[in-house]
């Protein structure tokens, strides 16, 4: 199981030697004419994790494209379901206690988040978090790449669009419950959880991220819709090159770090598909534990 605060962070972890010079984790995937470089991102983030590792930001340079999850620049015509659940419905008296707490924490008005869908709540209490922190969505590991691209004119392709993801986060049991719940529970934790894991994230370390990213809390459910069937689609399109321009080519993709750990990854899927993996960083342990 994964812990919310994981999952939507999506950090990477990889485990490989010891080097004082440390760097995030990053692959090449090649067959036949398709290679591929790898990297995790955090969606969030500041000036301290960068530059990105040479190979990447040089690779991305000679790319016939650079591969996201989804390009959240581009809303247009996308829709919301009408809400049937709030908050404040799915809470009971404790939950409202601790919600309360964690508002007046954030500088958030409790009306805000009782009134919003239980998603919208729990978005807005990590997003409230990691911002305390001094981290942001446009210093983010794939906002960062897209930039880049855009500046060496490297065309952006998309695996999902703005929409699916939508209808993913949306699309939840009562209105996301499982994810207010979350964020409420992780929270107390959260700021020691965001900082170990963006440490962890620079030095491509494993451990102290898998231990973080662990939790008996989350659903089978919920881990299989947010990670093991997006990996399985990914690895299908990225092997039968159905998201690329033309057939082969190199591409720098970026997904979510969470979705390149363990058992069910998007490397692992990659490598049963008969890519060639290889693991490129200098790593570290993380000066931090959970």
Same mark, same amino acid.
Not at 39 to 63: E, R, W
Not at 110 to 126: D, E, G, H, K, V
């Given at each position: ?29 090649? !067959? ?7 990297? &995790?991102? $955090?969606?969030? &983030? ?8 040479? %190979?990447?930001?040089?690779?991305? +340079? ?14 247009? @015509? ?8 709030? %908050?404040? /419905?799915?809470?009971? +008296? ?12 954030? &500088? ?25 922190? @001094? ?31 939508? /209808?993913? $986060? ?18 107390? =934790? =959260? ?14 370390? &494993? ?9 008996? !809390? ?14 399985? /689609? ?12 033309? !057939? =082969? ?27 060639? $993996? ?8 993380? +000066?931090?534990?959970?």
């Amino acid at each position: 199981m994964f812990r919310l605060l994981s999952v939507m962070s999506s950090l990477i972890v990889f485990f490989t030697s010891y080097s004082t010079q440390a760097e995030p984790q990053h692959w090449l995937a090649k !067959k036949g004419n398709t290679e591929y470089m790898i990297i &995790g991102s $955090i969606h969030v &983030g500041n000036t301290s994790m960068y530059p990105l590792p040479k %190979a990447v930001t040089q690779f991305l +340079k000679n790319s016939d494209g650079l591969i996201i999850e989804t390009d959240v620049r581009n809303t247009e @015509g996308v829709t919301y379901p009408k809400t049937a659940f709030l %908050a404040k /419905d799915v809470l009971d +008296k404790t939950q409202h206690q601790h919600l309360a707490e964690i508002a007046k924490d954030l &500088g958030v008005q409790q009306t805000q988040l009782l009134n919003a869908p239980p998603w919208a709540a729990a978005l807005t209490i990590q997003l409230s978090l990691v911002n305390k922190l @001094g981290y942001v969505a446009g210093h983010g590991v794939d906002m960062h790449l897209i930039n880049m691209a855009e500046e060496k004119h490297v065309p952006i392709l998309s695996l999902e669009s703005v929409q699916f993801q939508i /209808d993913l $986060i949306t699309g939840q049991p009562e209105g996301g419950k499982e994810l207010l719940l979350s964020s409420i529970e992780e929270y107390d =934790g =959260g700021e020691a959880l965001v900082e170990c894991l963006i440490e962890s994230w620079k030095s491509g370390a &494993g451990s102290q991220l898998e231990k973080a990213s662990l939790s008996e !809390k989350s659903s089978e459910q919920f881990n299989e819709a947010f990670l093991y069937s997006r990996n399985r /689609d990914w690895a299908q399109k990225l092997d039968s090159g159905n998201v690329l321009p033309k !057939k =082969g080519g190199r591409y720098t993709v970026v997904v979510g770090s969470l979705h390149l750990v363990g058992k069910g990854s998007l490397i692992e899927l990659l490598e049963k598909r008969g890519f060639a $993996i290889k693991p490129l960083a200098n790593t570290r342990n993380a +000066k931090c534990d959970i």
